[in-house]
C-alpha cells in the first residue's frame, strides 16, 4: 500500500508492507473481535456487527460493521482488524492519538484505475518510520 502524505508543504510517499503496518496501529494493542447477531445496510449492503476488544484497559470497545457481499481476498490486512471475514463498511480507528469513524456512504462495483494508486511524482519516496513521524509531527500541532 502506497501512503501519500501532502500537507504543510510536505509532499511524501511510502510503500508500506504488512510488517510496516504495526508501526501505524500500535496505539491500540491487539484485539479480540467478538461476533455478534446484529445485522443493519450499510451503503446498500447487509452487514454484520463484531466488537473489537482491546488489551489496553483504557481503550474502549470498537463497533465494527462489515459485508460479505464485496468479493475481495483479505480486505483488512492493512488495519488492526485483519482477521474479520469481510469489506468493514464502518469502523473506528486510532492512529497518532486520534480516533477516526470511517463509514461508507456508497460503494461503486466494477474494475478500478490502477494509475490512481500510482506514486505521484511531485512527492518524495521516504521509508515507513519517516512517515510515520512525519504523521506523529503532523498530528502533534493539532490540539484537542
Known sequence: MDYHLSMMGKRIVSHLKPRDLELFNSESGKATILYTGDI???????????LAIFNHMDQREI?????????????????PFSEVPGVLLRYEVV?????????????TPGKVDEAKFKP?????????????HELGEVMGTFSM
Open 120 to 132: 505521484k511524482a511531485d512527492h518524495e519516496a521516504v521509508s515507513a518510520e519517516a512517515l510515520h
Open 95 to 107: 492512529q497518532n492519538g486520534i480516533r477516526m469513524k470511517l463509514d461508507a456512504v456508497s460503494v
Open 40 to 50: 443493519d445496510t450499510i451503503a446498500g449492503y447487509p452487514c454484520k456487527k463484531a
Open 63 to 79: 463497533e465494527l460493521w462489515f459485508t460479505d457481499r464485496i468479493a475481495m481476498n483479505n480486505p483488512n490486512w492493512f488495519n
